[in-house]
């Protein structure tokens, strides 16, 4: 019950032959040792970083053959995301700027409105769903990418409101498209 290993793995105390206390020096672009920085995902920053501020740790710690990001076995060194992986953003594709408005049947007398579009001005969904609840004195809703859904049928009043909110929309770039099924 409270056996305890005779041989443990790791010796206690002081190893003969290790100056104490063990300095510890951190590459200054992935803040981690420079034994681990060939597997951080920007491992040719770290290079670039070592090579210009610790030119004798830079000769010391590269080696030809793991380089290109292989190992020892000449197999592919596994790239994984994580804390440290970057993502790269979505570039946003130069849309046409339209916002399109149209009436979908919900249920057999009611109705709510649909609004696309928005984000191609650059308009937060959600802060822009908000607006239409306190103004309509109704529920909206982000649905999707791009559409907000507002309970009733708005479309009259959206031609007058989102302009006088939004300078940036002009009530040209704005289109009805009558009923359609919503999806």
Known sequence: MGETAAESPMPIGPQ???????????????SMPFEFCENYPDFEGCKKW???????????????????GE??????????????????????????KKIILSKAPRGKKK??????????????LKVASKFFSSKFACSSSVTGDDEIVIQGDVTDELFDVLPAKWPEIDEDLIDDIGERKRS
């Not at 290790?18 to 300095?23: A, F």
Request: hydrophobic share 30%; aromatic share 6%.
């Open 16 to 30: 003969p032959g290790v100056k104490y206390p063990i300095e510890m020096e951190y590459c200054g672009n992935c």
């Open 50 to 68: 070592m090579a210009e501020k610790l030119p004798g740790q830079f000769e010391k710690l590269t080696t030809d053959d793991g380089a290109d």
């Open 111 to 124: 109705a709510v409105t649909v609004v696309q579009g928005m984000k191609t001005f650059g308009i937060d």
């Open 71 to 96: 190992d020892a076995d000449g197999k592919k060194r596994q790239k994984r995301g994580g804390k440290g992986m970057m993502k790269a953003k979505k570039k946003e594709t130069e849309a046409e």
